[in-house]
């Protein structure tokens, strides 16, 4: 039985935070959702949602709505940098939805907000009014906003990035620059023409650098990603404006598609690559995370998005499954259930951070053979076929981990 008369406040308007606002609606539970910005402005480009996440927009209502938009990856391909030889391509389409009952979708942010935006009841969503620090009680959490008044509920969720405010409440610890940036721009679709007949998404990786692009928007704009090392260490969080010829400058020498699609946008934003040490727990008293705030991973697995998705389906389905005024047992169990695989994910994604960048040499001509050797989807059954949600009905060793009852207020 959901503790349905439990206030809950979520921070943040991304993806986790608007999955999560709706789920837990539909569950019965007072949702509230505080997103810093005054308007609804999506922020990026394209973004990836692998079946494991896209099995959960499914079950949100919304497979219509995606097919509208989204494009079908038919492969991702890889290649090298300079004269384009390929290393491996690994077949998607058709065979996704048969092995992991779901496409491999390929959208642009925006598309998926507005997607997500409809899907949320009217009401609970308050614009212009960001978390700027929470109070702890012992039967309530204050939050501070941004237009100077506070609020309190009994449970906050933080999906406020990997920035969070929320997460000082549960970690002190600080975002991690990786060494890398990237810059994201938009082009028209006609600069990559075999889209047209191969939807894919193309990963090109060379000595300190690697580009991916794919079709976005129906097909109609292709989105790329420029990620290359960069040593200065900024404390700062958002991304600036960048510049095409940076681009250009940087990607001299390699091969003429790559060229093509850096320096044919008008305008590009560059952003620096921050993730965190993963922590020891996600939730304390009555402040719990999910997405971003709770486990930043690096895109190089494509999994920030989806591990939100599934984040968000398996917090809601705890805070379902409690114990009438139980919330504590419930965020507790959804720690527990999700930190082993946030944790895989993360650690994957930072080892592909070195990998992708290797000089040319003996360990990347390692890298290419064993990229080759794996040209299937069955190696990838641990992140796509992984159902969240199951997790949850699954028998679970040992008992909850001892904390103070968490009631709902009357």
Known sequence: MAPSKAQVAIVGGGVAGLVTATLLHGHGMDVRLFERTPVWGAVGAGIQLSPNGVRVLHRLGLADALARTAVRAGAVETRRWDDGSPISRVPHGTLCDERFGAPYYLIHRADLQRCLV??????IVELGRGCTRLVQRPDTVELHLTDGSVTTADLVIGADGVHSVVRRAVVDDAPRHSGYSVHRGLVPAEVVPSFAHDPRVMFWLGPGRHVTYYPVAGGDTVH???????PDTPSGSSSAPGAVEDLDAA????????RRVVTAATSVTRWNLFDRDMADRYATGRVVLLGDAAHPTLPYLSQGANQALEDAEVLARCLKEARPGDLTGAVRRYERLRMPRTADVHRRARALGRTFHLPDGTHQERRDREMRARQDLEHLDWLYGHEAVATTTAPEPGREPS???LTARP
């Open 403 to 405: 904390a103070g009852r």
């Open 251 to 258: 990607f001299a020498g390699w091969h003429e598609e790559v």
């Open 118 to 123: 409809s899907a949320v009841p009217e009401g």
């Open 224 to 230: 790329f990603s420029a990620v290359g090392a960069d």
